[in-house]
């Protein structure tokens, strides 16, 4: 069973396709709360991006930018991607039927 659902939203800071600004208006619609203003992500001890997280109801929503990325996060900035996969990942809770 999954616990305390959480949603993880990231945007290259250089992404023409989809540019952040549209991103975050897109979030600020949803008129749910901050929980977490701007703060930096690090990768090897080097800003890595921004990041923001909203919340309401036992739901939340992180924000996130990567630096210096393009619309490919993943191929851009593969280490940075990585660590957000894994960040995001690493605050579910899972109860095991066992």
Request: proline fraction near 6%; hydrophobic fraction near 35%.
């Amino acid at each position: 069973m999954l616990l305390s659902p959480k949603i993880s939203i990231g945007s290259g800071d250089h992404d023409m396709t989809f540019p952040y600004v549209g991103t975050e208006a897109w979030i600020k619609s949803l008129n749910v709360p901050i929980e977490s203003p701007w703060n930096p992500w690090f990768v090897d001890n080097q800003v890595a991006g921004y990041q923001m997280t909203y919340g309401k109801n036992g739901y939340s929503l992180t924000y996130a930018t990567v630096k210096g990325a393009g619309h490919s996060v993943a191929f851009n900035k593969p280490e940075e991607f990585s660590a957000l996969v894994y960040g995001w990942l690493d605050h579910y809770a899972y109860i095991s039927d066992s």
